[in-house]
Structures are given as structure tokens and as C-alpha cells.
């Protein structure tokens, strides 16, 4: 007997992250591959990367410079983008000393 799975279970089974994700609502500042300033709405986050809402399009693999308090500018790239929506994987990730102060920061705004 063989099983196959749905489109939907393989999709959630490919939905791994390295860590979980803190909720915020951020917006931030940041610079896409033309370099011209953009604003993210940023509403998820992690060491390892963020989910934002953009007006601007953007595709995958698309690099991304985001300026973060406590954090400066950080480097990613564009995991995935749709409907409004990116993701985006964080070239380095944030050391937790830094993430903590980070969040901390989030949460006050």
C-alpha cells in the first residue's frame, strides 16, 4: 500500500523555520535590490528572518537591507513575496543578546 500526500500537507511539511516567530507590528526602513528607500511593515520576526507587508514588489531572492533599532542595518534576502507580503531570511543571523534588546525595543512602539 502507498500513501501520497496533498499538495497542502507537503507544503506544510516544507513550512520549517528555524525558530519561532515573535508577532510584532513594526514599520521599518529598508532598501531593496534598486536601492531606493521602502517602508516594511513588519509583522512577524525571528534571529533568522522577518514577514512584512510592502506596497513595493518584490521576488524571490531579492536582496534586502532592513535598519532595525538596537540591531543597525541587517542584510537578507527575499525568501518568498506575495499579494503585498514578503519573507525574508536574514544573511546573518541576530546574535540573542542583541534579538532580546531588539524585541524589547519592538514592544514599546
Known amino acids: 500500500m502507498t500513501y501520497q500526500f496533498s499538495s ?7 513550512d520549517r523555520r528555524l525558530a519561532e516567530r515573535d ?3 513594526y514599520r521599518a526602513r529598508a532598501f531593496g535590490p534598486d536601492n531606493q528607500p ?28 532592513v535598519t532595525l533599532p538596537a540591531v543597525g542595518v541587517v542584510a537578507a534576502e527575499v ?15 541576530i546574535d540573542l543578546a542583541h534579538y532580546y534588546e531588539l524585541i524589547a525595543q519592538l514592544m514599546k512602539k
Open 79 to 93: 525568501r518568498w513575496a506575495l499579494g503585498g507580503r514578503l519573507g525574508a531570511s536574514f544573511n546573518t543571523p
Open 8 to 14: 497542502a500537507a507537503a507544503a506544510a511539511a516544507d
Open 23 to 25: 508577532e510584532v507590528h
Open 38 to 65: 521602502v517602508t516594511l511593515l513588519i509583522v512577524n520576526i525571528s534571529p533568522h528572518g522577518l514577514m512584512a507587508r510592502c506596497e513595493k514588489p518584490f521576488v524571490e531572492a531579492d536582496p534586502l537591507r
